[in-house]
C-alpha cells in the first residue's frame, strides 16, 4: 500500500473475510487510502463456498458484514465479488454457475482477471519470475485485471509491485480501481 500510495494510485483489493477479521486496521486503511474494497468471500474453503449457490452468497454476506465492521460503513457494500479459483472450470463449476445468477439477483456482479503475476503458481517467487508471467499475460490486451496476492507468503510480489508499475505505465496503461470503472 506504501507503494500504491508512493506512485499516486488506487488499487481493487478482493478480500476475505477472514482476513479482514483478523487485520482490520489493514482494511480500513485500504478503504480510507481510497482503495476498492471488493469481495472475495468469507473462508476461501472450497468445500464450503461451494456447496450450494446459497453458499456462494452466504460467503459473499459473511465478507461484506466483516468489511463494514472493519471501516465503520454499516450501509457499505462493494457489489463486487471475485470467486475463489475463478469462475470457469472445475470441480464446482455447475455451481459457480447456478451462484453467478443468484449473486446476480442480488445485485453482485463477479469479476475475474485476464493476467497474472504467477504468484498462484508457487511460493518461490522472483521479482524476475513475476515480471516475466506479467509480460506473458499481458501481452497486447487492452484492459487488464491482474491477479496479485497480498498474503505474507506473497512478499516478493509487494517488493516487485514498482517494477509492475513501471512495466504497466510504458506498455501505455492507466491504473485504476474498480470505482473509476464502475461510476
Known amino acids: 500500500m506504501d507503494c500504491l500510495k508512493q506512485e499516486n494510485i488506487k488499487a481493487t483489493f478482493f478480500?476475505?473475510?477472514?482476513?479482514?477479521?483478523a487485520m482490520p486496521e489493514t482494511t480500513k486503511r485500504i478503504?480510507?487510502?481510497?482503495?476498492?474494497v471488493a469481495n472475495h468471500g468469507y473462508s476461501h474453503i472450497y468445500t464450503s463456498i461451494y456447496?450450494?449457490?446459497?453458499?456462494?452468497?452466504?460467503?459473499?454476506?459473511?465478507?461484506?458484514d466483516a468489511v463494514k465492521n472493519a471501516i465503520g460503513v454499516p450501509?457499505?457494500?462493494?457489489?463486487?465479488?471475485?470467486?475463489?479459483?475463478?469462475i470457469t472450470g472445475g470441480r464446482y463449476a455447475e455451481i459457480k454457475s447456478q451462484a453467478n445468477e443468484l449473486l446476480k439477483q442480488n445485485d453482485i456482479m463477479y469479476v475475474d482477471w485476464n493476467a497474472l503475476t504467477g504468484d498462484a503458481e508457487t511460493n518461490n517467487l522472483s521479482i524476475e519470475f513475476?515480471?516475466?508471467?506479467?509480460?506473458?499475460?499481458?501481452?497486447?490486451?487492452?484492459?487488464?485485471?491482474?491477479?496479485?496476492?497480498d498474503a505474507q507468503a506473497k512478499k516478493v510480489t509487494a517488493e516487485a509491485l514498482p517494477q509492475i508499475i513501471s512495466y504497466?505505465?510504458?506498455?501505455?496503461?492507466e491504473l485504476k480501481s474498480f470505482y473509476d470503472i464502475i461510476r
Do not use: A
Open 15 to 21: 478480500v476475505l473475510g477472514t482476513q479482514v477479521e
Open 31 to 36: 478503504y480510507e487510502e481510497g482503495h476498492f
Open 51 to 64: 456447496q450450494s449457490p446459497q453458499s456462494v452468497l452466504d460467503e459473499f454476506n459473511r465478507c461484506n
Open 75 to 86: 450501509e457499505y457494500n462493494s457489489h463486487l465479488f471475485r470467486f475463489p479459483g475463478g
Open 130 to 149: 513475476e515480471l516475466m508471467r506479467l509480460q506473458q499475460t499481458v501481452l497486447d490486451k487492452n484492459s487488464v485485471i491482474i491477479l496479485m496476492h
Open 168 to 173: 504497466l505505465k510504458e506498455q501505455g496503461y
